[in-house]
């Protein structure tokens, strides 16, 4: 990448300390436009550690933003919808509502582990069970949604949006990669929730394109538990995309536990899912009490 302009060097140097990640590789610099803002964000965004799709989506916006507020501030942060190109609401896709805060949510490999949760006082579970059987995953997901009637818990299936509609679950949560595979016109006329990963700019942008219930942002720190193909964002970003989505229902996700709860909700995401900080714990129970009391606490503003 060439030496950076001066302007890309003061959004830089702005923004550094909340913003940047390492660099991976050598980015190679391509525009689309000639915008001399656009082009000054899009050199900032990309030696910060931006990947090349997201740089673009921030280039884009910090070029919007200046013609909206008619001049530069090397100081500012694109963070407002209409910037980004995100319409207002309400819109008339847009799936069934969830509550603003879930609460903690915890993400679960089975029934029983659903149910035990839910029984704990787990606002927002989720099931996420692995397996290549039909059958098996058709028995796991009602046994799911049997083994939270009757709590308050609410439940959300991952992936496997056909079998969770025909068993009556409150919603479904999908990656990235099932948006063009999944018929979401199905499960919006089901009725049922839906919820979508992000990964950073571009990715939370092509999730609201389809106004789902709510949003999960991350990996907010290191995990262990699949492959990423970004590094983990940060406090510092999650804030942003906070700021950004902030009409949205949000949860964070990725390496958070109890220890990193404060961090996490200073952000101000509503909620946070965990999986190994339950999963892993000698009492699963007692460890899901301590972290719905540390959200609580952070909710209320007393920390």
Request: hydrophobic share 45%.
């Amino acid at each position: 990448m060439s030496p950076l302009s001066a302007q890309a060097q003061t959004i830089a140097a702005a923004h550094q300390a909340a913003f940047s990640l390492p660099v991976v590789g050598n980015p190679v610099l391509t525009y689309s436009s000639d915008a001399p803002i656009y082009r000054a964000a899009k050199q900032a965004c990309l030696s910060m550690g931006f990947i090349e799709i997201d740089a673009e989506c921030l280039a884009n916006a910090w070029q919007a933003m200046c013609q909206r507020t008619g001049h530069f501030d090397p100081a500012s942060w694109p963070s407002e919808p209409q910037d980004f190109g995100i319409p207002s609401w309400p819109r008339a896709n847009a799936f069934a509502p969830c509550p603003k805060a879930l609460g903690l949510y915890a993400v679960l490999p089975d029934a029983a582990g659903v149910g035990r949760m839910a029984r704990a006082g787990v606002p927002t579970v989720q099931l996420r069970f692995k397996s290549d059987d039909s059958k098996a995953i058709e028995r796991e997901i009602k046994a799911s949604v049997e083994a939270v009637r009757g709590t308050n818990a609410l439940l959300f299936i991952n992936d496997h949006w056909q079998a969770a509609i025909a068993a009556g679950a409150y919603g479904v949560h999908l990656g990235q990669e099932d948006l063009a595979e999944a018929n979401l016109a199905a499960i919006r006329q089901a009725g049922l929730r839906l919820g979508l990963s992000s990964h950073g700019y571009a990715e939370m942008l092509l999730a609201d394109r389809v106004s789902p219930s709510y949003i999960a942002l991350g990996a907010v720190f290191p995990t262990t538990l699949k492959r990423m193909q970004t590094a983990p964002q940060g406090t510092g970003r999650l804030s942003a995309y906070a700021r950004l989505m902030r009409d949205y229902p949000l949860v964070a996700i990725g390496g958070i536990d109890g220890d990193k709860m404060g961090q996490v909700m200073a952000s101000g995401v509503g909620s946070v899912a965990v999986v190994r900080a339950i999963t892993d714990a000698p009492d699963p129970e007692a460890a899901a009490t301590q972290l719905i009391a540390s959200l609580n606490w952070y909710n209320r503003g007393l920390c």
